[in-house]
């Protein structure tokens, strides 16, 4: 029986991946009811990018990730979640709180119609989530961070912005005027699933699947920045909608991924905050109040003198010969960054786990550790300079939440292995960083 449960368990996980799962299956009364699909989601988003990386390495001879672009991509999706620690979700609790006071319809909870027009209506709404996100610069700082990679597998799907959210859930209040928050709650989650799978570049084509629905040929023109890709195929599940509004193209030419101007930079707030820190220092070089504002609130190309949305006549040219970014750096800081990495990462999934157990120091103290560690594995795969003093005392705040209890091992057989090799990594930062300084003090003599 258990086995039973735990198939279709399975079954259920793997279909919700795809959106197959049936308005029987995942229609809910209450709230507390509804699953927390993503976050079970877990293990399939492992095993399909693992798959991806067997399949891509057959298939074409060379890795379809790096370490440096897919660890990036990863700590965007872990920070993307940290603000889930302490708030609820900014899209639920807008909705739930329309739906309270201002519904106009009680559409029934049991009924297959309510649950496809929630599904057309989160879709729908998705699109212009997603269009906005585009044409309006301060809403753009957010979502470019998706897009900042310059490869495009399925690491990327998890490149995701720590601040999109705060604007999001605008854009969802209308559905909230006659569909049942269940019915939000299973959809939002299901759209954003859906959208893990297209981001590759195997599957070249679905034939005539991609008349309806998005699909990685479409969705690949989405995360272009040739001239013809741009602001193209905002679609979540159905591509219907980019056909019905003019925002449609087909794949053509090569697809060279990323933004129009790279950041060549693996730092992670530097990727999620860079763009916001650029409309800043914009605005400032004008003099009149609504240039100012159109930094912001017009789209990304625009300049004076041309219509809301600019043009892209000053984009850097794109040939099709463009090398993403990969600087080289030694195979050992390579298995270094990868096992410090897995650590923060198994101290990030006990912090979601035990999140009611934990006091609000506790959380914070423990979500600033993953960020601090995040950042400091950025500045190691960016070469940067400081990264042996940033790594040095990184490896200080880790020795010391291990010496509290604060940590645990990833198998608690390997408690003193992982204690001994923290020990040795801050011996190694505290010896660089003592070498640097001397360094610096010939130079200076």
């Not at 809910?28 to 798959?51: C, N, S």
């Not at 209890?405 to 198998?411: D, E, V, Y």
């Amino acid at each position: 029986m258990a086995e039973a449960v735990q198939s279709d368990s399975v079954s259920a996980g793997i279909r919700s991946m795809f959106f197959l799962l049936t308005p029987n299956e995942t229609s809910y009364q209450r709230m507390e009811d509804v699953p927390q699909y993503v976050q079970q989601a877990t293990p399939f988003f492992i095993g399909l990018m693992v798959l991806e990386m067997v399949v891509g390495l057959l298939k074409t001879g060379s890795p379809v990730v790096t370490i440096s672009d897919g660890l990036t991509s990863v700590s965007c999706g872990m920070i993307s979640r940290i603000p889930l620690l302490f708030m609820r979700s900014c899209e639920l609790t807008a909705y739930m709180y329309v739906w309270d006071r201002y519904r106009l319809l009680e559409l029934p909870w049991d009924s297959a119609w309510t649950w496809w027009l929630a599904f057309m209506g989160v879709d729908f709404c998705y699109y212009w989530v997603h269009r906005v996100a585009h044409e309006v610069s301060i809403i753009w700082a957010a979502h470019q961070v998706h897009h900042s990679s310059e490869y495009y597998n399925l690491t990327t799907a998890l490149r995701q912005s720590l601040t999109q959210q705060f604007t999001s859930w605008i854009f969802y209040l209308p559905l909230a005027l006659i569909a049942p928050p269940t019915f939000f709650a299973v959809h939002i989650q299901l759209n954003l699933l859906y959208q893990f799978w297209i981001h590759t570049e195997l599957i070249r084509t679905l034939g005539p699947l991609e008349w309806v629905f998005n699909t990685p040929k479409h969705h690949r023109v989405h995360h272009g920045r040739n001239v013809y890709c741009i602001d193209k195929n905002y679609g979540g599940i159905l591509i219907i909608w980019d056909r019905l509004f003019g925002t449609f193209a087909e794949e053509t030419d090569k697809v060279v991924f990323g933004l129009v101007c790279p950041i060549n930079t693996f730092e992670i707030l530097y990727t999620q905050l860079h763009y916001y820190v650029y409309l800043w220092k914009r605005s400032t070089t004008f003099k009149s109040i609504g240039y100012k504002l159109s930094t912001f609130f017009k789209g990304p190309s625009w300049s004076p003198g041309k219509p809301r949305l600019g043009d892209h006549a000053n984009n850097p040219k794109v040939t099709g010969q463009e090398v993403p970014h990969d600087p080289s750096w030694p195979l050992p800081l390579q298995v270094y960054v990868v096992i410090h990495f897995l650590l923060a990462l198994g101290a990030y999934h006990d912090l979601f786990e035990n999140k009611m157990m934990l006091s609000q120091l506790t959380m914070l103290a423990m979500t600033m550790y993953v960020l601090l560690t995040l950042t400091s594995m950025g500045f190691i795969m960016d070469q940067r300079p400081t990264a042996a003093f940033l790594e040095m005392l990184r490896c200080v705040v880790m020795v010391t939440m291990q010496r509290y209890g604060c940590m645990k091992p990833l198998l608690s057989s390997l408690a003193v292995p992982t204690e001994a090799f923290v020990s040795l990594s801050l011996l190694f930062w505290a010896l660089q960083s003592f070498s640097q300084l001397l360094r610096i003090k010939k130079k200076a003599d």
